[in-house]
C-alpha cells in the first residue's frame, strides 16, 4: 500500500521560513514525479510545486515562484518544500501527491494526510 | 494558465437521483497526439485528502463505485452520479494536467436533498 506521510507544518511568523518532508513508502519513489497542493481553510485545492523523478526539472505556481522551493532525496524516499518569505496567505494545510502515471503530465493519487502551516504574528 | 470553472458551485440532490457537476477549461486539454483528455476528478470528504475518481476523462479508479461517470472532451468535461447515495456528499473538483500547471476547479459542493 502507497503510504505519503507529511510533516513540518506549525506556526510560523509573517516573513519566517519552514521546512515540509513528505515520506512515501510503498511504491518505487525514484519513478515518480511528485507535488505539493494546498487548501486554504475553506477554500479549495491549489497546486504548489512539483519536481521530476530525478529531480532534474521543478516547477512552481506564480503565487510561490521565487520563494518554496521543492527537491527530493531518492535515497531516503522523501520530498520536500523549503518555504520562505511566509506571508499569512500562505496559510493552508499542505499535500504531498504522488503523479499516478510516469512523467510530469498526471493525475495526483494518492493524496497524504496533510500538514497545516499557519502564517500570523 | 489553462483556468478550470465548475458549475455549479453547489448541488442538493434527493437520494437515488443523478448528480450532474461541469467543469469548462479554458483551453483544449485535449492531446491531438494521443487522443486523450487530460482531466481528473476528485472527491473530497470533511477532513480528509482528496481521493481520485476518474482520470482520462472519463477512466474511472480502480475501487470507485461504477455510479460514477466521467465524459466530454475538449474543453467541456461532466461528472455524473447515476444514483446519489449519502455517501456521496463531498466537494468535488476536476484538474487538468494538460500542462504543469495542474489546475483545479473551484470545486462543486454536494448535498443530499
Known amino acids: 500500500e502507497v503510504q505519503l506521510l507529511e510533516s513540518g507544518g506549525g506556526l510560523v511568523q509573517p516573513g519566517g521560513s519552514l521546512r515540509l518532508s513528505c515520506a512515501a513508502s510503498?511504491?518505487?519513489?525514484?519513478?515518480?514525479?511528485m507535488s505539493w497542493v494546498r487548501q486554504a481553510p475553506g477554500k479549495g485545492l491549489e497546486w504548489v510545486s512539483g519536481?521530476?523523478?530525478?529531480?532534474?526539472?521543478?516547477y512552481y505556481a506564480d503565487s510561490v515562484k521565487g520563494r518554496f522551493t521543492i527537491s527530493r532525496d531518492n535515497s531516503k524516499n522523501t520530498l520536500y518544500l523549503q518555504m520562505n518569505s511566509l506571508r499569512a496567505e500562505d496559510t493552508a494545510v499542505y499535500y504531498c501527491?504522488?503523479?499516478?502515471?510516469?512523467?510530469?503530465?498526471?493525475?495526483?493519487?494518492?493524496w497524504g494526510q496533510g500538514t497545516l502551516v499557519t502564517v500570523s504574528s | 494558465d489553462i483556468v478550470m470553472t465548475q458549475s455549479p458551485d453547489s448541488l442538493a440532490v434527493s437520494l437515488g437521483e443523478r448528480a450532474t457537476i461541469n467543469c469548462k477549461s479554458s483551453?483544449?486539454?485535449?492531446?491531438?497526439?494521443?487522443?486523450?483528455?487530460?482531466l481528473a476528478w476528485y472527491q473530497q470528504k470533511p477532513g480528509q485528502p482528496p481521493k481520485l475518481l476518474i482520470y482520462?476523462?472519463?477512466t474511472r479508479e480502480s475501487g470507485v463505485p461504477d455510479r460514477f461517470s466521467g465524459s466530454g472532451s475538449g474543453t467541456d468535461f461532466t461528472l455524473t452520479i447515476s444514483s446519489l447515495q449519502a455517501e456521496d456528499v463531498a466537494v468535488y473538483y476536476c484538474?487538468?494536467?494538460?500542462?504543469?500547471?495542474?489546475?483545479f476547479g473551484q470545486g462543486t459542493k454536494l448535498e443530499i436533498k
Open positions: 501527491a504522488k503523479l499516478g502515471v510516469l512523467g510530469t503530465l498526471g493525475w495526483f493519487d494518492p
Open positions: 519536481i521530476s523523478d530525478t529531480g532534474s526539472r521543478t
Open positions: 484538474q487538468q494536467y494538460y500542462n504543469t500547471g495542474y489546475t
Open positions: 510503498g511504491i518505487t519513489f525514484s519513478s515518480y514525479a
Open positions: 482520462w476523462a472519463s
Open positions: 483551453q483544449t486539454v485535449l492531446y491531438s497526439s494521443n487522443n486523450k483528455n487530460y
